[in-house]
């Protein structure tokens, strides 16, 4: 190969393309910068659609460059200096491998599962083996650092108040309600997800713990093309799931569609043992206890459609909408559940006892709609600028009928017959704009603003009948309305220099909240300005060397839910209630990261968290008690986070993630004082294998230790999945076949003390289960336009 390239006087880059002996270019090829001296790997990046490649920021001296892809050998360039600002290299060209050279093979590059960026892991769940008949909810709490609660709450490192979006829209939903959502959400639609732990300005300042930023498929491909697949699972009960897809691209135009039906069963096990004290002579006397038993019986029926469209006014602009509805069938039932409750003295004696078979009927259609704009305007000098703008509507409908026949048979009592209705509607409207601008060859200014506006109103009813006589439930009928209006702005200032990387962020978030409900003293009104800044600065020490250092200050605002004085029933002694007094939590947040060889890396962070907003069990009485979010006082997080990522051989890929951390809490309730801390370690490891021809397999192995969450202490558990494939056809389509929870290891224990009162609780939901599907692809796989790269892949390069 010659060993021509052109030097400019512009960025200090170098750039080049990867392309087929045929000169068609390689997406996702793996490409290496070396130090010529010895080979040692500086950096490592991905060619893109086009199969061009970039490295920035290139210090002056020898290198080479690799570049290599499934299917084809390794190549190497000739070595070549670097002493100006940009080097443009000739195309390298990737030759098939001997083992692939008899035969016609189409390459299909396929992404790591886990790639760590500056600020974010990125989780490339398309093509994961795990992921087959899964639901968004099961691969998440696989993720690396991500666990679930045993009441839906998702927590990243250890700590909960996380921001998630889909597609970069903001979610209105938290707590179990985001849980069912994401449940219902099979993971064979995800493209990606991505954990950001430091999010930049231009985010939402909503998080305290991070973001979750689940990313949807979306074919690009030239042409007509399509894709579908069909999974059926079964655990204790069965799970069906069928999806189609297709795009159209001709030139300007992009028409893409995808729909995915799903029938499910599941169930829960929920057993909770309550201890009640009395103060006697200033000590707590035992009281009384009871013994629950719960077991729930879910069904799901749905059916997920996303329609949309680009099409490109110009080679720099870009005009766009997606539709996204979420059907169901008229009021249908949602499950059944069985509870058996007993009652003792402090003797032991059994005092009472009822059982209460309940049922659920519910219909929660919704829709999301989203126009977005972008426009790249001619390159200067300095660099290229860059408008983009995005409106978004989103609906949601919620109607769901609760009967709940409670018998006491042994005191006698009367049956009673109680009935919930719940009708409820949210609506939210955004618009924001964002503008980018090279002010030099390193230096890159970045503003926006964003509106939104959030409007719910949930009307619940609740009717008791006994010996056929029926009235209303004053203490549970309620009606609230919810709105909120937050406007926000931001600037985001990069500057690049030799061996730093500075990124100074200011967003500003005025916020009006007012809650509305039945009872107007319970009605409130919350108006404040905040200004949330965040700073990094990454050093690079050498190629082998790289660290990073990273401020914020972030906010968790209480959801409407959470905010909502219903009361929800789960059996006649436990009910949730939303809590109107909740303040919003704020944060500091502090990291220290240190990357060894552009892979290992160390991070240590700090947090301070004021009100910090946690889920709390409160006694009301000596036989019942009330599940609902408070304030405490101050809530302190340190953390150790350690990645490793290894090729043990060409067929095998393992990555390895490790969180050791510290959270203490402080607060009051109940009459019971909290200053209590404990360490926790989760660990999670990955191992991925290509074997030939076509054969893969995965496994996927976490462990988290006993950990504090407010006044919940929660068991250790773990979770062990395997899954295989095989690519059919010409990998046109693949089997998969996995299994999940294979050792039955992910029930939840916890444990919650007051002064008067303890709760121990178990949770085990259907999480055993064994899942065959097929994937299968139509149509061709002609690269895609240059321009239409997904706006998320700037921001990534960007982050790095």
Do not use: C
Not at 133 to 155: C, I, K, Y
Not at 188 to 206: G, V
Not at 593 to 598: D, E, K, L, V, W
Not at 636 to 659: D, I, M, S
């Amino acid at each position: 190969m010659s060993p021509a390239w052109v030097q400019a006087q512009s960025a200090a880059t170098v750039s080049g393309a990867v392309r087929s002996a045929a000169g068609a270019p390689i997406d996702y090829a793996t490409v290496t910068l070396h130090r010529a001296q010895d080979s040692t790997v500086v950096k490592t990046e991905f060619s893109d659609a086009q199969g061009g490649f970039r490295f920035e920021a290139a210090p002056a001296g020898q290198y080479l460059v690799s570049a290599s892809q499934v299917g084809f050998g390794r190549q190497w360039s000739r070595p070549f200096d670097v002493s100006g600002e940009k080097v443009s290299m000739p195309a390298l060209t990737l030759a098939a491998s001997a083992a692939t050279q008899l035969k016609e093979v189409q390459v299909v590059g396929q992404k790591p599962l886990y790639e760590r960026l500056a600020d974010r892991t990125v989780v490339n769940v398309e093509g994961s083996t795990l992921a087959a008949g899964n639901t968004t909810l099961e691969v998440l709490s696989r993720a690396p650092g991500v666990s679930v609660d045993g009441n839906d709450n998702l927590a990243l490192r250890g700590r909960t108040g996380l921001l998630v979006l889909i597609d970069g829209k903001r979610q209105p939903m938290t707590g179990s309600e985001l849980a069912d959502y994401l449940r219902a959400l099979p993971a064979d639609q995800l493209r990606s997800i991505e954990l950001i732990t430091n999010p930049p300005a231009k985010y939402d300042a909503q998080g305290t713990a991070g973001i979750i930023d689940i990313r949807l498929k979306k074919d690009q491909r030239q042409g007509p093309n399509g894709s579908g697949s069909l999974s059926y699972g079964r655990g204790r009960f069965g799970r069906f799931s069928g999806t189609m897809s297709g795009n159209y691209r001709r030139n300007r135009l992009n028409l893409f569609a995808s729909t995915t039906y799903t029938k499910r069963q599941s169930y829960s096990i929920r057993n909770t043992q309550r201890t009640y004290y009395e103060t006697r002579d200033g000590q707590p006397a035992l009281a009384s206890t009871t013994d629950q038993r719960n077991y729930y019986v879910g069904q799901d029926h749905f059916l997920i459609y996303r329609l949309g469209a680009d099409y490109d006014l110009s080679k720099n602009t870009t005009l766009g909408g997606v539709v996204t509805g979420f059907a169901v069938p008229r009021p249908h039932p949602h499950g059944y559940s069985t509870n058996l409750s007993r009652f003792y003295d402090a003797t032991g004696q059994l005092t009472d006892s009822y059982t209460g078979p309940g049922t659920g009927r519910g219909y929660n259609p919704n829709i999301t709609a989203n126009l977005n704009f972008r426009h790249t305007f001619p390159g200067s000098a300095a660099g290229k600028r860059e408008l983009s703008a995005d409106a978004d509507y989103a609906y949601y409908y919620t109607n769901r009928l609760q009967t709940l026949l409670t018998a006491f048979p042994l005191s006698g009592r009367p049956e009673r017959l109680l009935r919930g209705d719940q009708t409820g509607t949210l609506s939210i409207q955004a618009a924001k704009a964002d503008y980018a601008q090279a002010l030099s060859a390193g230096t890159t200014l970045e503003g926006g603003a964003k509106v939104s506006r959030v409007h719910a109103d949930n009307d619940l009813r609740f009717d008791n009948t006994v010996e056929g006589v029926t009235m209303v439930d004053p203490g549970r009928t309620n009606r609230f309305r919810y709105d909120e209006v937050i406007s926000a702005g931001y600037l985001t200032l990069t500057h690049t220099h030799a061996k730093l990387n500075l990124q100074l962020g200011l967003r500003g978030e005025q916020t009006h909240a007012r809650g509305v409900p039945l009872d107007a003293a319970q009605a409130f009104r919350r108006d404040y300005f905040q200004l949330f800044p965040n700073a990094s600065l990454k050093y690079t020490a050498s190629p082998r060397h790289e660290w990073t250092l990273a401020l914020s200050r972030r906010i968790n605002r209480p959801s409407y839910r959470q905010l909502n004085p219903f009361r929800f029933v789960l059996d006649p002694t436990t009910t949730s209630a939303g809590n109107p007094g909740l303040l919003p939590e704020t944060s500091y947040n502090l990291e220290l990261s240190h990357t060894f060889q552009q892979k290992f890396t160390a991070a240590v962070s700090y947090s301070r968290t004021a009100d910090p907003i946690t889920d709390v069990a409160v006694p009301e009485s000596t036989t019942s008690t009330v599940s609902k979010y408070v304030n405490l006082r101050r809530q302190h997080y340190a953390a150790l986070t350690l990645t490793a990522p290894l090729t043990p051989t060409k067929w095998w890929q393992v990555y390895n993630n490790a969180v050791f951390f510290y959270v203490r809490y402080q607060g009051e309730l109940a009459g019971t004082a909290l200053n209590r801390g404990q360490g926790a370690f989760n660990a999670s490891s990955n191992h991925t294998f290509a074997f030939g021809p076509g054969w893969g397999a995965e496994l996927n192995a976490s462990y988290y230790s006993a950990q504090r969450e407010g006044f919940f202490v929660f068991r250790d558990f773990g979770q062990l999945n395997l899954g295989v494939k095989k690519d059919l056809w010409n990998r046109k389509a693949t089997l998969k076949l996995a299994a999940n929870d294979v050792l039955r290891t992910t029930p939840l224990h916890a444990v919650s003390r007051y002064t008067n009162y303890e709760e121990r609780l178990y949770l085990r939901r259907d999480a055993r289960t064994l899942t065959l599907s097929l994937s299968w692809r139509l149509g061709g796989d002609g690269p895609t336009p240059a321009n239409r790269r997904r706006g998320a892949d700037d921001e990534m390069r960007r982050a790095q």
